[in-house]
């Protein structure tokens, strides 16, 4: 009986999970759970028209996949074809929510084009078994399909192909 429960449970937490070439399941993040720096909401339905390259971070990690994020600052796309979202997983860190909302405001102002997102109860974690404790990198392209995915730091050689695979599906 255990063996049978513990099979539903895999089989239902992989219904949810985040698949390539798959349009994620919908969620939103707001309210208690969280939500864009501005105090709207954040729904994933947003994550189309372009290719959206969206960050979810530990606080605790968040400069592991800095070298991908400055290459895409110095690969110059175009805003209108390429944007960002970063998602921060406040839940996933000691740091008091107050200081790290300041800080994700400031960073708001300094780079407007990017979408700062609060998640405060580990809403994707739950949602789209994203990593927990640290740095997920996700793209999706223009129709909302997820391209790539990767838990944890980017390697140099897969910097390119990131970009590589960006450049491709402009």
Known sequence: MTKIFLGLCL?????????LGKIPTHVIIDGDNGGNVNGQSWDSSMLKGKIYTVFYVDPDERDLNNPLADALKARKFN????NSVAIVNLAAT???????EAKLKEKQ??????????????????KWSLADDNSDILIF???GKLIYKKFGEVSASEI???????????
């Open 160 to 170: 390119k192909d990131v970009i590589a695979l960006i450049e491709k599906n402009l």
């Open 11 to 19: 089989i239902l937490g992989s219904a949810m999970a985040i698949e």
């Open 79 to 82: 805003r209108k074809k390429v």
């Open 94 to 100: 000691w740091l008091p929510n107050m200081i790290l």
């Open 109 to 126: 102002k300094k780079f407007p084009d990017t979408i700062y997102v609060k998640d405060k109860k580990k809403v994707l974690v739950k």
């Open 141 to 143: 392209n223009k129709k």
